[in-house]
């Protein structure tokens, strides 16, 4: 019976986003594995491909001289739609890929072996690909390999996500985090898309450590961004910037609705009674600054931008939302 993960393009692409590696940085552990694919199957091209909405992102390459290609020409679309690898001996005999730019132009495919990438939560984000330029036979043993190097991509990707997850709260890290709003500027830029950042924090959280013990400060941070996060969109992210104060990360979001976002988020926690341990329960509530992406020159100053909001949250009397000046 057909999975039905491989159906859901949507789901599909949400947990391609929540392991966080879209246009990031080359790394270590994934150059390694392209240098060896290319070494012991002997092919000139190999690449960790990650297939996102209308594209193919490469964390990882040799042989190749682009970062990217258009989703609609891969190869790897089609591997990720099946759960065993997908092998083709020789694409001009195969009618998906005998018009194919990338086999009739550079870098002249010929001959593709590619293993799905599956996600912790079972989703196939892409594909460890071996390429070779003329016509070619895989056996059973060079798919073997490619298939435990791929087993090693997916651990990477998992291990990387654990490493920009804060163990407390589940939210991102200040890295983690960083890297998604880097991600996010890149395709404002690009694409001219709105999006802003929520930056908030408790108020008064030092009174709850001293007053209760620092047990009952966790339990509150834990509870906080389990409300933010149940609040979230599958693109969305919630990051702890340190201490007591976190960030969200609105993709497709501007000013107006994400100020909206912001208030209900504050109002949450304003209403709530806060369970902790020894028994009793505290009201918290939460300062917020709100910072559409705009045009600022850096990722630096639009974090910056929300920190400012919310320090002027802060001195206006705390539980309250600050944004750009439309809504003051």
Not at 14 to 21: K, N, P, T, Y
Not at 57 to 72: C, H, Q
Not at 137 to 148: H, K, Q, T, Y
Request: net charge negative; hydrophobic share 40%.
């Amino acid at each position: 019976m057909l999975d039905p993960k491989l159906a859901d393009d949507e789901a599909r692409i949400a947990a391609l986003g929540r392991l966080q590696v879209i246009e990031t940085a080359p790394e270590e552990p994934f150059e390694k594995i392209v240098h060896l694919v290319r070494t012991v199957l002997a092919v000139p091209i190999s690449t960790v491909s990650l297939v996102d909405r209308d594209r193919q992102w490469f964390k990882a390459y040799r042989g190749l001289d682009v970062r990217e290609t258009p989703r609609s020409v891969s190869f790897c679309t089609y591997t990720i739609q099946q759960s065993d690898p997908l092998i083709i001996e020789d694409a001009l005999l195969d009618e998906r890929f005998a018009a194919n730019p990338l086999v009739l132009g550079g870098p002249k495919i010929r001959s593709y072996a590619g293993v799905p990438l599956r996600s912790p939560d079972g989703y196939n984000v892409g594909s460890l690909c071996a390429m070779d330029t003329r016509p070619r036979r895989f056996s059973p043993a060079d798919i073997a390999i490619l298939g435990n190097f791929a087993n090693i991509v997916c651990d990477e990707l998992e291990l990387r996500l654990i490493a920009s997850t804060d163990h407390l709260t589940g939210a991102l890290t200040r890295r983690g985090f960083d890297e998604q709003v880097s991600h996010e500027f890149a395709r404002h830029r690009r694409y001219g898309r709105p999006s802003s950042i929520v930056a908030f924090d408790i108020d008064h959280f030092k009174k709850i450590n001293d007053g209760y013990g620092h047990p009952a400060g966790d339990e509150v941070l834990r509870q906080v961004a389990d409300f933010a996060t149940q609040a979230l969109r599958p693109t969305d992210f919630l990051g702890r910037m340190g201490g007591e104060e976190f960030a969200v990360l609105l993709p497709e979001t501007g000013a107006a609705d994400a100020f909206i976002a912001a208030e209900r988020l504050r109002r949450t926690i304003e209403q709530h009674q806060f369970a902790i341990p020894g028994g009793a329960e505290i009201n918290v509530t939460a300062s917020f600054g709100v910072s559409a992406v705009g045009d600022f020159p850096t990722t630096s100053e639009w974090l910056a931008c929300a920190d400012k909001l919310l320090y002027e949250a802060k001195i206006s009397g705390r539980n309250c939302t600050k944004a750009t000046d439309i809504f003051q």
